[in-house]
């Protein structure tokens, strides 16, 4: 960071009349984390850094080898508009590095970083979009619930009420953070939400996904609403899918973009589709990543559970949009907003430059609604299933040399701890479906 980038962004944090900065970062399950600090230490932060316990943070280190510092990505900078008083509070998202200087292999947004630079060596930057849908649920007695505060229904323009008056004010407040809203509306089930913002490259939404989550949820709190994010809070329903665009420039222009090509679609883009569609089961384990996402991937609520490719049906997990030109993309519909967006991002990158490297060529698109199809019609269509569990999901990880060698050795290893442990409390868990099933027939 050269000496006059932080005397410029010193000066900039005087004028806006910051007090107090919070250096944020995410840890391995995609949770922000932050350490707030007063604004005498902002010189500090800037050129050496804030260090902090790191075997703290979960999927991180060990405490023999715990001490790790944070450094500000200047370009993250942005006011946090809630803050109420007669000052304002200011937040950089940060890279973590190791005592020895060296960035720390087990930062997420690190595994993204090497995932680009790895495209950007073929010329390519990567592009995301995501599409991220919530719920918001009542407070009760300051404890979240699942009781409904609205009962509208997909892009329903119903009187106002609490709920639509959070919407806006999460919208208004991501846009005095510099996001660029692109659309808004009710989804489909009762006190469900979706906002899109604009795409950027992949490292850049990766930050905003995180961002976008905490300012929901802050904004959400002190109207006495919980923001929730998980995929499938009530059963019968439709859950929460965080559906990713994605797309690949290369020289400024759209390299998913071949007008001459059958249905418009270049051979990179193809090949791109043919690496996410062998590695779309490892990828399942960091685009759904709790015991709860596994119950949205089933049929029937318009989230994908086979591996299918289409120019425009809803059913299959990569779908192609309509528009051409630059705004060629391709959509993968499996990801959840639980996800870490930047081990995502990774994965998915790193499956569609194998794809196109290896010129990987995607079976044949399906057009038709795939959940009507039989069991014995999906075999004859070569249509595979994505996993039932997280349990199958990280073996499917564990057994993709691609994807473990993208995340590298220390974030397969804090994985497994994470999904191990989630899945013994799981299954040795005497679930209500349990009791009310057996306990008074047995």
């Not at 946090?80 to 020895?100: I, M, N, Q």
Request: with cysteine; proline share 6%.
């Amino acid at each position: 960071m050269s000496g006059g980038a932080t005397s410029a962004m010193l000066e900039r944090i005087e004028q806006d009349n910051v007090r107090f900065l919070r250096l944020q970062f995410t840890d391995l399950l995609g949770m922000p984390k932050n350490v707030a600090i007063p604004v005498k230490q902002a010189e500090k932060a800037l050129t050496g850094g804030i260090g902090f316990d790191g075997s703290s943070i979960q999927g991180f280190v060990r405490i023999e080898e715990s001490d790790m510092t944070l450094k500000p990505d200047l370009s993250t900078y942005t006011l946090l508009p809630w803050h109420s008083g007669d000052y304002t509070e200011a937040r950089f998202v940060c890279d973590v590095y190791k005592a020895s200087g060296r960035p720390f292999e087990g930062d997420p947004r690190y595994v993204l970083r090497m995932a680009l630079a790895d495209a950007a060596r073929d010329g390519y930057i990567f592009n995301t979009g995501p599409e991220l849908e919530f719920f918001l649920f009542r407070m009760v007695e300051g404890r979240p619930t699942t009781q409904f505060q609205d009962v509208g229904g997909y892009f329903d323009l119903a009187p106002t009420d609490l709920a639509e008056d959070v919407r806006r004010e999460i919208i208004l407040a991501l846009t005095e953070m510099g996001f660029e809203i692109e659309a808004s509306h009710h989804e489909v089930a009762e006190s469900q939400h979706e906002i899109d913002f604009k795409y950027s490259d992949a490292l850049h939404t990766a930050d905003s996904v995180i961002t976008f989550k905490f300012a929901a949820k802050t904004i959400a709190l002190m109207r006495g609403l919980h923001a929730s994010f998980m995929a499938k809070p009530i059963h019968g329903i439709c859950g929460s899918g965080m559906h990713t665009n994605c797309s690949l420039a290369k020289d400024g222009v759209n390299a998913f973009y071949d007008p001459d090509a059958p249905r418009e679609l270049s051979e990179t883009c193809m090949y791109f589709i043919g690496g996410l569609l062998r590695h779309a089961k490892a990828i399942t384990r960091v685009a759904n990543p709790t015991i709860n996402s596994y119950k949205r991937l089933v049929p029937g609520f318009e989230a994908p559970c086979y591996v299918s490719w289409s120019a425009g049906n809803r059913s299959a997990l990569v779908r192609v949009p309509t528009p051409r030109g630059n705004s060629t993309r391709v959509e993968l519909r499996s990801p959840d907003p639980t996800c870490n967006p930047y081990l995502t991002f990774a994965a998915m990158l790193a499956a569609g430059m194998e794809g196109i490297r290896e010129k990987i060529e995607p079976p044949d698109g399906i057009d038709t609604n795939i959940y009507h199809m039989t069991a014995d019609g999906r075999r004859r269509a070569g249509i595979e299933t994505l996993p039932a569990d997280l349990h199958d999901a990280h073996h499917a990880l564990l057994a993709d040399d691609l994807i473990c060698r993208t995340f590298g050795p220390h974030v397969v290893e804090a994985l497994t701890s994470v999904a191990e442990a989630e899945w013994d409390a799981y299954r040795t868990m005497v679930h209500p479906w349990e009791l009310e099933r057996y306990l008074a027939t047995y």
